[in-house]
């Protein structure tokens, strides 16, 4: 899958990487020492280490699957002066934390692996850090910006989005095979301009639940458009609704989405992308997610009756909705990585609830699962797949 | 009497809510800001709020949430909920990182009313796909394209309190009606540094939280239909007084949420007179303030026979419109004619 052909490719840029890291942080602990990752290629054990780490996320207990968390780290006037990305396991083991440059990204985990986006204010980079091996390879570098960047489910190839460094205009969607040694090459034109939506602030990738189709999602301030491609066939259909906001998930011929609020609570619909309906699914939703579950893809969304905050489950056609239980004090609902900033790959049918809805690296308070077909709440590290 | 209004107004708020909540797509350009789901916060409700651990604003933003904070107070125009900072307040305002914000803007909220509410803010230097953001009070000489944060968190403060974003016009020329706006100015853009809610702002407050005060002014986003009505003694003696009480009132309808049926004190209402059997009204005077909230008295000494009515002409400076009311008919009698033996006596006016 995806560590044997970016294992391939690993070598020089890793330095860079390294240098990347050195910045002051008042944010940062001094207990937290960053860490410079070593090439993944240099260490012959890498591959076999994230092989089984694969197999284990993939059969075995939820307590060595992989998560990361990214933070801004500001200077005294409270200026962003960096990133800290912190990756480990659910089970506490191989926690590490760098730092990155302003202009950064992570996403994932894919797998026991999470993909790193960084920019020097002359090349964007990208590497694939593997949690298990603590280690990482380069996969792409950019003299224009890449601003996102998302793994295909089957391993096979990167998708960027990129914008030009000087007049940070669109470039586009990109793809990059991870089986051919062959440049980028365009795969979505820019989004064209529209004053419904004003000046793009975000570009997003969305996967749908069983990985065969990809979202992007082009986010002005308040609404976003949203284009949504099949890679077989390359059809792309958009939804350019301007009272729309971000989306949620992708399942089903579904495109599930916040209205363009810019807070919560927000009602989320469901647009039928081959025919345009659109029916509520939450009219007064707090945070949500879209997850596989045996019966499906569903929406699970926290939502405040009285002075109970509860989770709340409905499939993507409106039907069946049903209360999960109270929300425990000091937890929310964890969102995509996409909104929180963070990630856990949980088992399908499970959602996580942590401290402001994103993995924690610190504190008391511990993150929970919770079971959607039967609202069974376990700790995090208790879940086998 | 007093308890059936408030269950009545209740109901008018939720249905007030649920109305806007359905227009939020499709609010009408320029009228008051659409109201988000969720319902409101209580009447004059003082909500505290703090810096969240780990995420505390520097000290220049700190000052200008507060202003923002201030500003809500002094032009809310309502008894919309106020804000004020306290070390141990409740409700949370980070800087700097938030799940809540989701991918794009600069700032976001949480609303859980009547009991609480999150705000976040963006750090300085966010990267966005267009650039990196700019707090205009990270600077002392604020740059070109920087954002105005006590306007952004007025505009958050509005959201708090269930504002929804105002439809502006096409050409944007009412942009300056609301701070509560779907695209953030940056300086100097029209109303990138505005520190004040817009008249369509305060008119969805109002109707949602009430004005404060019988005499308060509604805003001119607003178009409220007023009802008069007038009563008048049916008869007097010959060179008698007869005091005419006018009575003004926001009309009693639904869609105006709490306002349906206020009582309008300290506006200007003009008494007419005519006689029985002509057309053309003539002003007796303006009325002064009534005995009770909302209404207004003026007395007249008669000697014949006179058809009354109350005149409330719309104010340029609010946002209601004019009402005349019904007539009434005063009969002096039965003697018409001096001398009357029933007649008040000399003096008695």
Same mark, same amino acid.
């Given at each position: 899958m995806v560590r044997s052909a970016w294992l391939r490719r690993a070598g020089p840029g890793i330095v860079a990487l390294g240098a990347a890291g050195m910045l002051t942080s008042t944010t940062l602990g001094a207990r937290d020492r960053p860490w410079v990752p070593p090439d993944?290629?240099?260490?012959?054990r890498a591959g076999g280490t994230s092989a089984q780490a694969a197999r284990a996320t993939s059969q075995g207990n939820v307590g060595d699957a992989p998560w990361f968390r990214l933070d801004p780290i500001l200077d005294a006037n409270g200026s962003l002066a960096g990133q800290r990305l912190v990756i480990g396991r659910?089970?506490?083991?191989?926690k590490r934390t760098m730092e990155l440059p302003s202009e950064s990204f992570a996403a994932g985990p894919f797998g026991a692996t999470v993909l790193v986006g960084t920019d020097d204010g002359a090349r964007s980079r990208l590497f694939v850090l593997d949690v298990v091996a603590g280690c990482a390879a380069p996969i792409d570098t950019s003299a224009d910006v890449i601003r996102r960047a998302t793994i295909s489910p089957d391993g096979g190839s990167i998708v960027e989005s990129r914008v030009e460094r000087e007049s940070r205009a669109d470039q586009g969607i990109w793809r990059r095979r991870l089986d051919r040694d062959e440049p980028a090459e365009p795969l979505i034109p820019p989004i064209g301009a529209d004053g419904r939506f004003g000046r793009t602030w975000s570009t997003e990738f969305l996967w749908t639940v069983d990985g065969r189709e990809l979202a992007v999602q082009s986010c002005g301030e308040n609404a976003c458009r949203t284009r949504v491609l099949e890679p077989t066939t390359g059809a792309l259909h958009e939804v350019d609704e301007p009272d729309l906001g971000p989306a949620v998930g992708l399942a089903d011929g579904r495109l599930v989405s916040y209205l363009a609020c810019r807070g919560l609570p927000c009602p989320i619909v469901a647009i039928d992308l081959s025919t345009g309906v659109r029916r509520t699914l939450a009219p007064d939703a707090g945070p949500a997610v879209v997850i596989a579950t045996d019966d499906g893809a569903r929406l699970v969304h926290e939502r405040v009756v009285g002075s109970r905050t509860s989770l709340f489950t409905v499939p993507l056609d409106g039907s069946e909705g049903r209360d999960l239980g109270a929300v425990p004090a000091g937890l929310s609902l964890h969102m995509d990585a996409n909104r929180s900033a963070d990630g856990l790959d949980a088992a399908a049918g499970w959602v996580l609830l942590a401290p402001e809805g994103r993995m924690p690296i610190h504190g008391a308070v511990a993150p929970l699962l919770r079971h959607v077909p039967d609202g069974r709440t376990v700790a995090v590290d208790e879940v086998t797949r | 009497m007093k308890h059936i209004r408030d269950r009545r107004l209740a109901v008018l708020v939720s249905t007030l809510t649920l109305g806007l909540s359905v227009l939020a797509?499709?609010?009408?350009? @320029?009228?008051?800001d659409p109201f988000l789901a969720g319902g409101a916060f209580g009447q004059n409700q003082a909500l505290n709020f703090s810096w969240r651990s780990g995420a505390v604003p520097v000290a220049a933003i700190q000052t200008a949430i507060k202003a923002a904070a201030a500003d809500v107070t002094a032009t809310r125009g309502s008894k919309a909920a106020t804000f004020t900072y306290a070390t141990t307040g409740g409700n949370p305002i980070g800087y700097g990182l938030g799940a809540t914000c989701g991918v794009n803007g600069i700032a976001c909220f949480t609303r859980t009313a009547p009991t609480s509410f999150t705000m976040w803010l963006r750090e300085?230097? @966010?990267?966005?796909d267009w650039g990196s953001l700019k707090w205009?009070?990270?600077?002392?000489v604020p740059p070109s394209g920087c954002f105005d944060v006590e306007t952004i968190a007025l505009d958050e403060f509005g959201h708090v309190e269930g504002l929804g974003h105002h439809v502006n016009e096409p050409d944007e020329s009412d942009y300056l009606d609301a701070v509560v706006q779907t695209f953030s100015h940056a300086k100097p853009q029209v109303g990138w540094n505005v520190h004040a809610f817009g008249v369509c702002d305060v008119a969805t407050l109002q109707r949602v939280y009430d004005v404060l005060s019988w005499s308060a002014k509604y805003s001119t986003c607003n178009l409220l239909a007023t009802t008069l009505t007038v009563a008048a003694p049916a008869t007097v003696v010959y060179g008698g007084s007869a005091t005419a009480v006018a009575t003004l009132k926001v009309t009693d309808a639904s869609a105006y949420g709490r306002l349906g049926a206020n009582p309008l004190s300290g506006r200007v209402v003009t008494l007419q007179t005519r006689a029985p059997g002509t057309t053309t009204w003539l002003v007796a005077g303006t009325m002064t303030a009534g005995a009770t909230a909302g209404t207004y008295a003026r007395t007249l000494t008669l000697t014949a026979d006179v058809q009354v009515r109350a005149v409330f002409k719309a104010p340029t400076d609010e946002g209601l419109g004019g009402s005349i009311s019904s007539t009434a008919t005063i009969d002096v009698g039965p003697c018409k004619v001096a001398p009357c033996p029933m007649s008040a006596p000399a003096g008695s006016q």
């Open positions: 993944c290629a240099g260490d012959a659910v089970d506490g083991a191989g | 797509g499709s609010a009408v350009a @320029h009228g008051p300085q230097g @966010h990267v966005f205009c009070q990270s600077y002392s």
